[in-house]
């Protein structure tokens, strides 16, 4: 992977090809709140997107709305130019779409390693009790199919020396970095990413950049969210900014964040963007 | 020894029969279906199994028709059930055993009334309910194993977590549920006809009550907790006579003192202190640091978790449910 990590800045996206991820119209109520509101964006595929806005401006609420986890209260979401609106949140996720979660879900009673083949789990084994019961050699080759996704995931974020660690015991950087590597093991082609750097320090930080870099280059589509803005602006192809459930700002990242409303959104309320 | 073991048979066969019913409220809790619904299985299959043999029907062809038919009903009943959130899910099935031994009550003849079902004839030795117990914990551990196994801890974990990689989690749930009612069903077939009789209050309330603390006792994490909790809830009454007639009110007091102080069960105390004891072991013995390498060496075989009691190479901090 020569230059691997090197930004390509003006990559077209393929001409007439089906947006990854199209939100239309998107609405969401929560208790009388409208954390989203008249959200309209489109993410062409094997591009790094940043999401950024200040707190509770519906960063989180959007990407729950695109795996599922949240009806939208109107509006609709298209994934490879399908209408998901329709769909549970596992059959989204069996069309390529893998996430991470702002606040971190980790099994405490499985290792690193295990907590990373779940990420896999479904694509390579499907679901099904009596083969359990009854294929104990076909779960056994699947096994090691998920083992061997999950160790080069962990490879890639550097966890393999922790890989039998119960996940509470480490660090909360460490543990984010768990978060990613099961996302990374589902080798999902929309990845949505909700704060994976919270928690980390600069190099790790760094780090993630650069991974999610070489992904965006490996054709992963990507969606970002940040409070970072140096990375986000280091890193994204493009940048999306919300503000109280309004879609403010679109663009190139360097510009996007010079736009008075997105300063103002940032600063006037006193919210400073560093995590 | 034969004579310790005549003198305790009812107990021995009681708690190989218990087995199967406490699996089937921990494969349950531990998927995070708060479901007492099997215990209302366990009467269907006491009730069925004793009216097919008492009308000539061999012991095994009817047994295993109740199971089958119960895990069939179950899955059917378990789509609108499982949308329910955990207590709500509970009082819904706990109801449902109440409604169920109301009907036994008053099945007439079929049923037997309040007396329930006398002279059911007896198909089943100690042999048959250690071979049928056994076979429960293989099924239900093998369901603590790889991507199965990973899937249903998950979904304790967090729900989000495990539809966001692509688990079916309502099919997930209303299979989950189907296995506990054909346990239930099973153990409830073993207990009529070993003892020969069942009424409608043997799969009533006290029942619910024995089984929880029995499933949450030992701890729900794996199948080994249910097995150790069944052993301690059969045997603690004889080792504590004068429990006798408060047993449920202790059991009650126990279940509560478990569920704040030690939510993880003697399993999970059995772990904790698994953990702080081994590594001393392993430097005390350094060449049964072979035996003791549970976690596998680096690029062998993960553990089977669930299948022992595994040790972690470095002393974690208690883990929370
Ligand atoms: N479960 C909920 N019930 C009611 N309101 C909610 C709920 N979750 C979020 N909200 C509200 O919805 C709005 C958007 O929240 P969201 O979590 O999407 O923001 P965010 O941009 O991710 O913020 P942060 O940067 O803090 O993560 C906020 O006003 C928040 O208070
Ligand atoms: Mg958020």
Same mark, same amino acid.
């Given at each position: 992977? !020569?230059?691997?990590?090197?930004?390509?800045?003006?990559?077209?996206?393929?001409?007439?090809?089906?947006?990854?991820?199209?939100?239309?119209?998107?609405?969401?109520?929560?208790?009388?709140?409208?954390?989203?509101?008249?959200?309209?964006? !489109?993410?062409?595929?094997?591009?790094?997107?940043?999401?950024?806005?200040?707190?509770?401006?519906?960063?989180? !609420?959007?990407?729950?709305?695109?795996?599922?986890?949240?009806?939208?209260?109107?509006?609709?979401?298209?994934?490879?130019?399908?209408?998901?609106?329709?769909?549970?949140?596992?059959?989204?996720?069996?069309?390529?779409?893998?996430?991470?979660?702002?606040?971190?879900?980790?099994?405490?009673?499985?290792?690193?390693?295990?907590?990373?083949?779940?990420?896999?789990?479904?694509?390579?084994?499907?679901?099904?009790?009596?083969?359990?019961?009854?294929?104990?050699?076909?779960?056994?080759?699947?096994?090691?199919?998920?083992?061997?996704?999950?160790?080069?995931?962990?490879?890639?974020?550097?966890?393999?020396?922790?890989?039998?660690?119960?996940?509470?015991?480490?660090?909360?950087?460490?543990?984010?970095?768990? /978060?990613?590597?099961?996302?990374?093991?589902?080798?999902?082609?929309?990845?949505?990413?909700? /704060?994976?750097?919270?928690?980390?320090?600069?190099?790790?930080?760094?780090?993630?950049?650069?991974?999610?870099?070489?992904?965006?280059? /490996?054709?992963?589509?990507?969606?970002?969210?940040?409070?970072?803005?140096?990375?986000?602006?280091?890193?994204?192809?493009?940048?999306?900014?919300?503000?109280?459930?309004?879609?403010?700002?679109?663009?190139?990242? !360097?510009?996007?964040?010079?736009?008075?409303?997105?300063?103002?959104?940032?600063?006037?309320?006193?919210?400073?963007?560093?995590? | 020894?034969?004579?310790?073991?005549?003198? $305790? #048979?009812?107990?021995?066969?009681?708690? =190989?029969? *218990?087995?199967?019913?406490?699996?089937?409220?921990?494969?349950?809790?531990?998927?995070?279906?708060?479901?007492?619904?099997?215990?209302?299985?366990?009467?269907?299959? %006491?009730?069925?199994?004793?009216?097919?043999?008492?009308?000539?029907?061999?012991?095994?062809?009817?047994?295993?028709?109740?199971?089958?038919? *119960?895990?069939?009903?179950?899955?059917?009943?378990?789509?609108?059930?499982?949308? =329910?959130?955990? #207590?709500?899910?509970?009082?819904?099935?706990?109801?449902?055993?109440?409604?169920?031994?109301?009907?036994?009550?008053?099945?007439?003849? #079929?049923?037997?009334?309040? =007396?329930?079902?006398?002279?059911?004839?007896?198909?089943?030795?100690?042999?048959?309910?250690?071979?049928?117990?056994?076979?429960?914990?293989?099924?239900?551990?093998?369901?603590?194993?790889?991507?199965?196994?990973?899937?249903?801890?998950?979904?304790? @974990?967090?729900?989000?977590?495990?539809?966001?990689?692509?688990?079916? &989690?309502? *099919?997930?749930?209303?299979?989950?549920?189907?296995? +506990? %009612?054909?346990?239930?069903?099973? +153990?409830?077939?073993?207990?009529?006809?070993?003892?020969?009789?069942?009424?409608?209050?043997?799969?009533?309330?006290?029942?619910?009550?024995?089984?929880?603390?029995?499933?949450?006792?030992?701890?729900?994490?794996?199948?080994?907790?249910?097995?150790?909790?069944?052993?301690?809830?059969?045997?603690?009454?004889?080792?504590?006579?004068?429990?006798?007639?408060?047993? $449920?009110?202790?059991?009650?007091?126990?279940?509560?003192?478990?569920?704040?102080?030690?939510?993880?069960?003697? &399993?999970?105390?059995?772990?904790?202190?698994?953990?702080?004891?081994?590594?001393?072991?392993?430097?005390?013995?350094?060449?049964?640091?072979?035996?003791?390498?549970?976690?596998?060496?680096?690029?062998?075989?993960?553990?089977?978790?669930?299948?022992? @009691?595994? %040790?972690?190479?470095?002393? @974690?901090?208690?883990?929370?449910?």
């Amino acid at each position: 992977m !020569t230059h691997a990590t090197a930004r390509t800045p003006e990559k077209p996206a393929p001409a007439a090809a089906v947006p990854s991820l199209d939100v239309r119209d998107a609405a969401v109520n929560l208790g009388g709140v409208k954390a989203l509101d008249g959200v309209s964006l !489109t993410v062409e595929s094997g591009r790094l997107y940043g999401l950024a806005g200040p707190n509770g401006s519906g960063k989180s !609420t959007l990407l729950a709305a695109i795996s599922r986890l949240l009806d939208l209260t109107s509006g609709s979401i298209l994934v490879g130019g399908e209408d998901i609106m329709r769909r549970s949140p596992f059959q989204v996720a069996r069309m390529g779409l893998a996430r991470t979660f702002q606040t971190v879900r980790l099994m405490p009673q499985f290792s690193v390693l295990e907590n990373a083949m779940l990420g896999a789990d479904q694509s390579v084994y499907g679901s099904s009790f009596l083969r359990q019961w009854l294929m104990p050699w076909w779960t056994r080759s699947r096994e090691a199919r998920v083992r061997a996704r999950a160790e080069a995931a962990l490879e890639r974020l550097h966890l393999m020396d922790l890989r039998d660690q119960p996940p509470l015991s480490l660090s909360y950087g460490v543990q984010r970095k768990v /978060e990613i590597a099961r996302a990374l093991t589902a080798e999902p082609r929309l990845l949505l990413l909700d /704060e994976p750097t919270a928690g980390m320090n600069r190099t790790e930080r760094d780090e993630i950049g650069e991974l999610l870099l070489r992904l965006r280059n /490996e054709g992963v589509t990507q969606v970002l969210v940040e409070h970072d803005l140096k990375m986000m602006v280091d890193i994204c192809d493009h940048l999306y900014v919300l503000d109280s459930g309004h879609l403010i700002a679109s663009g190139r990242p !360097t510009e996007c964040i010079r736009e008075p409303k997105v300063v103002e959104a940032y600063l006037g309320r006193g919210r400073r963007a560093a995590a | 020894m034969s004579s310790w073991y005549f003198s $305790h #048979l009812t107990l021995i066969q009681g708690m =190989l029969i *218990s087995i199967p019913l406490a699996l089937s409220v921990q494969i349950a809790l531990r998927s995070g279906v708060f479901s007492f619904a099997s215990i209302g299985f366990y009467g269907v299959g %006491a009730y069925g199994t004793g009216i097919l043999t008492m009308r000539g029907w061999p012991v095994l062809p009817a047994m295993l028709l109740m199971i089958v038919a *119960s895990g069939v009903v179950a899955y059917l009943m378990s789509a609108p059930l499982i949308r =329910l959130r955990g #207590l709500y899910l509970g009082m819904v099935t706990f109801a449902f055993d109440l409604i169920l031994t109301v009907v036994a009550t008053n099945g007439g003849e #079929l049923t037997g009334g309040a =007396l329930g079902l006398l002279g059911v004839p007896l198909g089943m030795g100690t042999g048959g309910l250690l071979a049928a117990a056994l076979v429960a914990i293989v099924l239900v551990s093998q369901l603590e194993r790889r991507s199965v196994g990973r899937a249903l801890v998950g979904i304790k @974990a967090s729900e989000e977590l495990v539809m966001s990689v692509g688990v079916d &989690l309502k *099919s997930r749930k209303r299979t989950v549920f189907a296995i +506990s %009612a054909a346990l239930g069903a099973l +153990s409830g077939s073993l207990y009529v006809s070993t003892f020969s009789t069942v009424s409608p209050t043997s799969a009533g309330f006290t029942l619910i009550i024995t089984t929880l603390t029995m499933a949450v006792i030992g701890g729900t994490s794996s199948w080994i907790g249910a097995v150790i909790g069944t052993v301690i809830i059969t045997w603690l009454p004889t080792m504590a006579a004068t429990i006798g007639e408060y047993q $449920h009110l202790v059991y009650g007091v126990v279940l509560v003192l478990v569920v704040m102080y030690a939510p993880e069960g003697v &399993l999970g105390a059995l772990r904790w202190l698994w953990r702080r004891l081994a590594p001393k072991v392993r430097m005390a013995r350094p060449s049964g640091g072979a035996a003791l390498a549970a976690t596998g060496p680096p690029g062998g075989p993960p553990p089977d978790r669930g299948a022992e @009691a595994e %040790a972690e190479p470095v002393p @974690a901090d208690r883990v929370k449910g």
